[in-house]
């Protein structure tokens, strides 16, 4: 059997993905306790059925994905207590900071995520976690929240039909042959309208079942009535990936109790312009790397939170490029979300309006482009002196003919 597959069979790995960074970071087997010692050099190679395995470095396998690792060294540099608190994770994906906040001590996580379909199923039947899938963070609000909380902890009601309270059809007695005696009352029979009322009314639902418009009733699975999915937490914490945090942290600041802590993974190449990315999606420019701090920085202080610290992650992104966590702190009170078209006490008032900071924008591609093109007609003097008239032109022609 092939040694990565080998490894999620044995329990060793929860994915294939999983087992081949053990293989890189060491794994060796032998069929008897005397044979000796054999190392995987490959994710292909042969490992015999009923092989003793051993791990050389099991750290990869602690948590289900290395995004585990990354929230184990985050927690650790901040000094956050995660033990019985009630957390968000954002960007759930396949759970690595789930289970690490778990494994912490966490009371609870409530995880969303847009996808679908990806959480371990160790996590998705542990009974302490909330698996909110298809929900876009972006547009998070608490009610929106509590209702999707709701949804997932929830199992459709079937309606069954119950033939035992249709109507009774008029002369229903005469079923019987007629025969009937002579003490029998016919009032509470259905008339045949009441019939016909009954049956337009069952195939109506037949209808809207078929179409999807029927009223769906939900109930909480077993087990899960005493779920606690009040939209407020202690710790926020999630790894976002093909959108700026900035369009994320407004949204989910609202759900983060006063003096709560937030923990976020930044990754700076979604939060620069395709001109700023180098080749395969990699930031090369370092010096691109406070431009994304201070911008993180700004959106959160604008959101009332404090960042306590700017930190590196303990482990690189797995295409290559340099991530960060980003540690912030809730006020004492919730700033409400902006809403447009409305006047504020301070617009009211007769007293000056303080400046408002500005976040620092990011370049757009033509202003990249322009910047570019600056540059070129200074180091380049052919096209300096392009379509222009003169003896210049002409004498820096002949001198590039020579």
């Known amino acids: 059997m092939r ?8 329990g060793l790995a929860s994915t294939r993905s999983q087992a081949q960074r053990l293989i ?4 060796q087997w032998r069929t008897t306790v005397l044979a000796p010692w054999i190392k995987v050099a490959k994710n292909g190679d042969e490992i015999p059925a009923g092989a003793e395995v051993q791990l050389l470095d099991a750290s990869e396998a602690k948590y289900i994905s290395r995004g585990g690792l990354k929230l184990e060294g985050a927690l650790a540099a901040t000094g956050i207590a995660v033990k019985g608190l009630r957390c968000l994770d954002v960007g759930q994906s396949t759970g690595g900071f789930t289970d690490c906040l778990l494994q912490a001590g966490a009371a609870q996580v409530i995880g969303v995520d847009v996808g679908q379909g990806q959480l371990h199923e160790r996590l998705r039947s542990d009974a302490r976690v909330v698996c909110v899938e298809g929900f876009n963070a972006r547009s998070l609000t608490p009610e929106s929240l509590q209702a999707a909380c709701d949804e997932a902890l929830c199992e459709i009601v079937e309606e069954q039909e119950d033939n035992d309270t249709q109507p009774v059809a008029p002369y229903a007695w ?5 025969q009937v005696s002579d003490d029998y009352d016919d009032s509470d029979d259905a008339k045949e309208q009441e019939i016909e009322d009954f049956k337009a009314e069952r195939s109506a639902k037949a209808r809207a079942r078929v179409d999807g418009t029927a009223p769906v009733e939900r109930r909480r699975r077993p087990g899960t009535e005493n779920v606690d999915i009040t939209p407020a937490f202690d710790m926020v914490t999630g790894d976002v990936s093909f959108i700026s945090l900035t369009l994320v942290l ?7 109790k006063p003096h709560g802590q937030l923990l976020m993974l930044v990754k700076p190449q979604f ?4 001109g700023q990315i180098g080749k395969g999606g990699i930031v090369r420019d370092k010096a691109l790397y406070a431009e994304v701090e201070q911008r993180i920085r700004d959106c959160l202080t604008d959101q009332g939170l404090t960042v306590k610290q700017w930190l590196d992650s303990p482990i690189e992104g797995g295409d290559g490029n340099h991530e960060f966590f980003v540690h912030a702190q809730q006020g004492a009170d919730i700033k409400a979300p902006a809403v447009a078209g409305t006047s504020t006490d301070a617009a009211e008032s007769d007293e000056p309006r303080p400046a408002v900071k500005k976040a620092a924008k990011r370049p757009s591609r033509a202003d990249m ?14 096209v300096a002196s392009f379509g222009q008239p003169g003896p210049a032109r002409a004498k820096q022609k002949k001198r590039n003919e020579r």
């Open 174 to 178: 005469m079923r019987n042959g007629g």
């Open 271 to 274: 939060e620069l312009q395709p």
């Open 3 to 10: 040694a990565d597959v080998f490894l999620v069979d044995a």
């Open 369 to 382: 482009r322009a910047k570019r093109e600056k540059q070129e007609l200074y180091e380049d003097p052919e």
């Open 24 to 27: 890189a970071s060491g794994v």
């Open 250 to 256: 407004p949204a989910v600041a609202r759900v983060l």
